[in-house]
Nanobody
Framework: QVQLVESGGGLVQPGGSLRLSCTASGSILSIDTMGWYRQPPGKQRELVATFTRWGKTKYADSVKGRFTIASGNAKNTVYLQMNSLKPEDTAVYYC????????????????WGQGTLVTVSS
């Protein structure tokens, strides 16, 4: 019904940059919040950054000043620009969309993407 497709992960050296993208597809009327979470090896999933339809952003303290989340020109797309990457940023990054209103469907949906691996290593 609603799918999130992520791209942009890969291997990068410390200090390098990557940009992740996420596009939500389906009969979507609106999405309140889109964001990125990550799960480092052996650890729990954690918030990275979120972006609301009203333009409000939120970042984890560990990425402030290095990562930027923004909506894309294409509808229901969000990007995560990651600069000055560190080895501790290595994780599977998941896109999430909260409180999705879908055409001809009551209530809201919350959907996760399949994840994309980011490895920061020399």
């Amino acid at each position: 019904q609603v799918q999130l497709v992520e791209s942009g992960g890969g291997l990068v050296q410390p200090g390098g940059s990557l940009r992740l993208s996420c596009t939500a597809s389906g009969s979507i009327l609106s999405i309140d919040t889109m964001g990125w979470y990550r799960q480092p090896p052996g650890k729990q999933r954690e918030l990275v950054a979120t972006f609301t339809r009203w333009g409000k952003t939120k970042y984890a303290d560990s990425v402030k000043g290095r990562f930027t989340i923004a909506s894309g020109n294409a509808k229901n797309t969000v990007y995560l620009q990651m600069n000055s990457l560190k080895p501790e940023d290595t994780a599977v990054y998941y896109c999430a969309a909260d409180r999705i209103v879908v055409r001809d469907t009551q209530g809201y949906l919350d959907v996760w993407g399949q994840g994309t691996l980011v490895t920061v290593s020399s």
